[in-house]
């Protein structure tokens, strides 16, 4: 069974920095293509990165800059650290894996339960 | 980046009411499309991607279609447990990006 559960959200106030992390069972993290997708309370769906199987990272540019997606492959353990936070960083961020067959991407199909991050001014 | 507006916000149905949810690309993304369902709480489950492969486990009573910049979700007969929140997501090019989101509501 594939499970994902991220750590790390909490109350930070504006300029700080905060790093998530997704602790991955069921399937290795550095062998797929995963993501950080976040929520911002009350609101929809942001794709915020990506880090494909080949090390290759990708970036919303409402982030880019300020948050740096990257695993770790003995801890089975996707990250993103976060800088310079602004408030409207605040949102629940969930991990996914970034599905792909056939060539092409085609959904996100494992989520984590997501962690709350609160950018105060 | 790619916009993408869904319609309705908000949907009132009832059991057994078919539905039918729109998602339209602000430039074309070929087939480039999937939908997520999101209950309260809970991260979103992807339903179809493809714009019309239905992810498997996912009831039949889902289906989706469309091409180049509109598309639909389809129930064809509502259940309990298909009122939720529906987002659509292109991935023709990075920056991916998501509809703001239908509710679907009892009536």
């Known amino acids: 069974e594939v499970q994902l559960e991220e750590f790390g959200g909490d109350m930070i106030q504006s300029g700080g920095s905060l790093r998530l992390s997704c602790v991955v069972s069921?399937?290795?993290?550095?062998?797929?293509?995963m993501s950080w997708v976040r929520q911002a309370p009350g609101k929809g769906l942001e794709w915020v990165s990506v880090?494909?199987?080949?090390?290759?990272?990708f970036y919303a540019d409402s982030v880019k800059g300020r948050l740096t997606i990257y695993r770790e492959h003995f801890k089975n353990t996707l990250f993103l650290q976060m800088n310079s936070l602004r408030t409207d960083d605040t949102a629940v961020y969930y991990c996914?894996?970034?599905?792909?067959?056939?060539?092409?991407?085609?959904?996100?199909?494992?989520w984590g339960q997501g962690t709350l991050v609160t950018v105060s001014p | 980046d790619i916009q993408m507006t869904q319609s309705p916000s908000t949907l009132a149905a009832s059991v057994g009411d078919r539905v039918t949810i729109t998602c339209r690309a602000s430039?074309?993304?070929?087939?480039?499309l999937a939908w997520y369902q999101q209950k309260p709480g809970k991260a979103p489950e992807l339903l179809i991607y493809?714009?019309?492969s239905l992810e498997p486990g996912v009831p039949s009573r889902f289906s989706g279609s469309g091409y180049g910049t509109e598309f639909t979700l389809t129930i064809s007969s509502l259940q309990p447990d298909d009122f939720a929140t529906y987002f659509c997501q292109q991935y023709s090019i990075l920056s991916w990006t998501f509809g703001q989101g239908t509710t679907v509501e009892f009536k």
């Open positions: 880090i494909y199987k080949d090390g290759r990272t």
């Open positions: 493809k714009a019309s």
């Open positions: 430039q074309s993304i070929s087939g480039w």
């Open positions: 996914a894996r970034a599905r792909y067959g056939d060539g092409s991407f085609q959904g996100f199909d494992y």
């Open positions: 069921g399937l290795i993290v550095s062998g797929n293509d």
